[in-house]
Nanobody, 124 residues
């Protein structure tokens, strides 16, 4: 089993920045691609960003391209999501997940493990 713990969420004004972290334990972190998803109230969980096992490949939803940046530090078993120029529509619970086959990084149903989520609220 892999445990994933997100942190770094909070309340920020529109135009501000936050950096989310997701610390992994229990399995060999570098064996997994990692992804960030978000779920707003009353909506489905949606893909935000993903990163390959070694960090060389990154993937983004169109809605965050150019504003968000995903990265990982395998020595620290941690994946990050840097969020800049935040908008009210970015308000959601953000989840990190781990999957063995990065081919499916955009699709939540292929993930093996999930964190508990962290709330991000962007005020206008």
């Amino acid at each position: 089993q892999m445990q994933l713990v997100e942190s770094g969420g909070g309340l920020v004004q529109a135009g501000g920045s936050l950096r989310l972290s997701c610390a992994a334990s229990g399995r060999t972190f570098s064996n997994f691609a990692m992804g960030w998803f978000r779920q707003a109230p009353g909506k489905e969980r949606m893909f935000v960003a993903g990163v390959s096992w070694n960090g060389d490949s990154t993937y983004y939803a169109n809605s965050v391209e150019g504003r968000f940046s995903v990265s990982r530090d395998n020595a620290k078993n941690t994946v990050y999501l840097q969020m800049n120029n935040l908008k009210p529509e970015d308000t959601a619970v953000y989840y990190c997940g781990a999957l063995e086959n990065q081919r499916w990084v955009r699709y939540g149903r292929f993930y093996d493990y999930w964190g508990q989520g962290t709330q991000v609220t962007v005020s206008s």
